[in-house]
């Protein structure tokens, strides 16, 4: 697992250097920079939003002008999806609706071409080298049914692999995905980070044969390090990470075998670390917003788009010897974050360390709301069985454990809700973030 990335040789093969010859950051930025001025023209030509949007901006000269560029938002994507289309709406092979966590807002819409599709499989085929051999089987816990789905297009870059991709969808019964990852000789595992918690800290696991599962990849979420923790512990496996989203086309960054960050798709996205609140881009080694720019979408490229999701650039080489850009893994999402009425802010990373160590918790999901002009904190929880008042107790008190909520709490600024020992979790489908409803009850 510590050899160099596979996507190292991948990208200098779509770059265009010749075999053997080395993949250098002068080489790649140089194309980089190419692909940029291409994207804007070809946007600016096509798009009638960006023809608007970059009006004043030509193609940048350097790596830094794109500093200059305005941002995309995703309220841009709700309010006019068509407007950012490059083809007729006869080459659109997909469109993917997603439906906004937490708020009333308008579902965004993704138009992906049958090209820009072939660009994601062929992410997959590389990118999933680093944890699956050829004539494993991979169980692939997310959507899949539809052609040009997530689970699809992975199960398509796994039999380029020579590894066989099974769609599984999610997790609807823990206990029959158990039964299916014994019978069917599963190796390796494809999902939410909470949905494989659940399967792990389902009693049924330890019935899996001795190195059944040989290695996980965590996806369509952000990975708390307190699950990443109890999956290794639990099945003694490396565990990987994947960050992307749909908008990326649905593959973005992916760990090597060491993971100690991700390695990105350079090739196909130019990653920027802005300031989210003054949009400055911001040094490796300073957190900030992930922004990112397409270079090679033809249906619906998008440029210097604001992601939400946290994260910085490492400075240090990784391990493994790539001249891949190294990113951390993302620490959650602003959009996760609410403010409390004294000003501290509450976010869905902080919780999801202090609760996910509890060994009885498959989920849970938290929800803000106000009464007699102070905040209220109710948490439901879904278990695994424990006594529900034993339950209940720990998480009273491994939330006292968290600074934000005891400073709250010790103030009388906030009020902790007893807790709804029951299935209530959030949609599978949906980013877990931390439910405003303060707003609603003002209404």
Not at 302 to 320: H, K, M, S
């Amino acid at each position: 697992m510590n050899r160099l990335t596979p996507l190292e040789p991948w990208i200098q093969a779509k770059i265009g250097l010749a075999p053997g010859e080395a993949l250098t950051r002068v080489a790649l930025e140089k194309y980089q920079l190419a692909r940029l001025g291409k994207t804007v023209e070809y946007a600016k030509r096509h798009s009638p939003f960006y023809r608007e949007l970059l009006a004043d901006c030509n193609k940048p000269a350097s790596l830094k002008e794109l500093a200059g560029f305005p941002f995309t938002t995703p309220a841009n994507i709700r309010e006019s999806d068509n407007q950012f289309l490059c083809v007729s709406q006869g080459e659109i092979e997909r469109v993917v609706t997603l439906r906004s966590s937490g708020t009333t807002a308008p579902s965004k819409r993704l138009h992906f071409t049958a090209e820009d599709l072939e660009l994601t499989v062929d992410f997959f085929h590389h990118g999933m080298g680093t944890l699956v051999q050829p004539g494993q089987k991979v169980l692939i816990l997310m959507p899949g049914e539809l052609p040009g789905s997530v689970g699809d297009l992975l199960a398509k870059g796994l039999n380029r692999l020579g590894a066989e991709g099974i769609v599984h969808g999610l997790v609807r019964d823990s206990e029959a995905t158990l039964r299916e990852i014994e019978t069917r000789k599963i190796d390796c595992l494809v999902g939410l980070p909470v949905q494989l918690l659940g399967l792990a800290r389902h009693p049924g696991a330890a019935l899996l044969g001795p190195n059944r599962i040989k290695s996980i990849l965590l996806s369509a979420d952000y990975a708390p390090a307190a699950v990443v923790n109890a999956l290794t512990t639990t099945w003694d496996v490396p565990v990987f990470d994947h960050y992307g989203m749909t908008e990326m086309g649905l593959g973005g960054c992916m760990e090597c075998g060491h993971r100690c960050g991700y390695h990105l798709r350079e090739a196909d996205l130019y990653i920027e670390i802005i300031d989210p609140v003054t949009g400055e881009q911001l040094p490796d080694g300073n957190a900030g917003e992930v922004v990112f720019t397409t270079l090679t979408r033809r249906g619906m490229p998008l440029i210097r788009y604001r992601t939400g999701d946290l994260a910085r650039f490492l400075e240090e080489p990784c391990p493994c010897g790539t001249v891949l850009r190294r990113m951390e893994r993302t620490r959650g999402r602003m959009a996760g974050s609410v403010r409390l009425a004294n000003g501290e802010m509450l976010n869905i990373a902080g919780l999801d360390e202090t609760l996910f160590p509890l060994p009885f918790l498959l989920n849970y999901q938290a929800v803000i709301t106000s009464r007699n002009n102070r905040d209220v904190l109710t948490i439901g929880i879904e278990t695994n069985g424990t006594d529900a008042a034993e339950c209940v107790r720990h998480i009273h008190s491994s939330l006292m454990t968290l600074p934000v909520i005891e400073t709250a709490v010790s103030s009388g600024v906030l009020t902790l809700a007893p807790v709804i020992a029951e299935k209530c979790a959030p949609s599978a489908t949906i980013k877990r973030t931390i439910i405003d409803q303060r707003e609603v009850q003002q209404c």
